[in-house]
T-cell receptor, first 116, second 113 residues
Framework: EADIYQTPRYLVIGTGKKITLECSQT?????MYWYQQDPGMELHLIHY???????EKGDLSSESTVSRIRTEHFPLTLESARPSHTSQYLC???????????????FGPGTRLTVL | GENVEQHPSTLSVQEGDSAVIKCTYS??????FPWYKQELGKGPQLIID?????GEKKDQRIAVTLNKTAKHFSLHITETQPEDSAVYFC????????????FGRGTSLIVHP
């Protein structure tokens, strides 16, 4: 079982609210990722980080922002939630280094966000 | 960039049958090909992976084959069981420091008892 955690698991919120989805891992992994998973189950990369103070945008344009102040923590923030943000959000991590060059991603259990 | 096509999108089999999921990739520099299984309410979890210097890899009822020339790789599950029912993703990536895997669109496997 991977040591990567996401909170909350489910969130229902009204339009215009600011929300932060939490992601933490205890494995000391340098690389972390956020994916948005649509109802058809396709995974879309929205943000990633190579390490502390590193953040990059992914392939899918997103109005969310991320920060990486500590290795173990990679929160995702929506300043003003809209119904179009309703989705499943998955966080993942991967170790950097010789093993990590070939290594797997470890995924958290996901946050199911519904914006009314 | 890399493009990964995965087929079929849905696969329905009877318990005990074999299941095969196929993926093709476009970037000949890709050299790492993991397969993930996502059960309902959970995140994807690695079930098997293969590197470009290997043509086939097995782990009990699961096997993956890779054809570098044709740029395709496949997941084979034998003697399927109801607990194999899940969404399966293939992915392709280069083994460099900027590891951003490209995922297939997923296959929903349903195993009927």
């Amino acid at each position: 079982e991977a040591d990567i955690y996401q909170t909350p698991r489910y969130l229902v919120i009204g339009t215009g609210k600011k929300i932060t989805l939490e992601c933490s891992q205890t494995m000391g992994h340098d690389k972390m990722y956020w994916y948005q998973q649509d109802p058809g189950m396709e995974l879309h990369l929205i943000h990633y980080s190579y390490g502390v103070n590193s953040t990059e945008k992914g392939d899918l344009s997103s109005e969310s922002t991320v920060s990486r102040i500590r290795t173990e923590h990679f929160p995702l923030t929506l300043e003003s939630a809209r119904p179009s943000h309703t989705s499943q959000y998955l966080c993942a991590s991967r170790p950097l280094g010789p093993a990590g060059v070939w290594g797997e991603q470890f995924f958290g259990p996901g946050t199911r966000l519904t914006v009314l | 960039g890399e493009n990964v096509e995965q087929h079929p999108s849905t696969l329905s089999v009877q318990e005990g049958d074999s299941a095969v999921i196929k993926c093709t990739y476009s970037d000949s520099a890709s050299n790492y090909f993991p397969w993930y299984k996502q059960e309902l309410g959970k995140g994807p979890q690695l079930i098997i992976d293969i590197r470009s210097n290997v043509g086939e890899k097995k782990d009990q009822r699961i096997a993956v084959t890779l054809n570098k020339t044709a740029k395709h790789f496949s997941l084979h599950i034998t003697e399927t069981q109801p607990e194999d029912s899940a969404v399966y993703f293939c992915a392709a990536s280069k083994g460099g420091g900027s590891y951003i895997p490209t995922f297939g669109r997923g296959t929903s496997l349903i195993v009927h008892p």
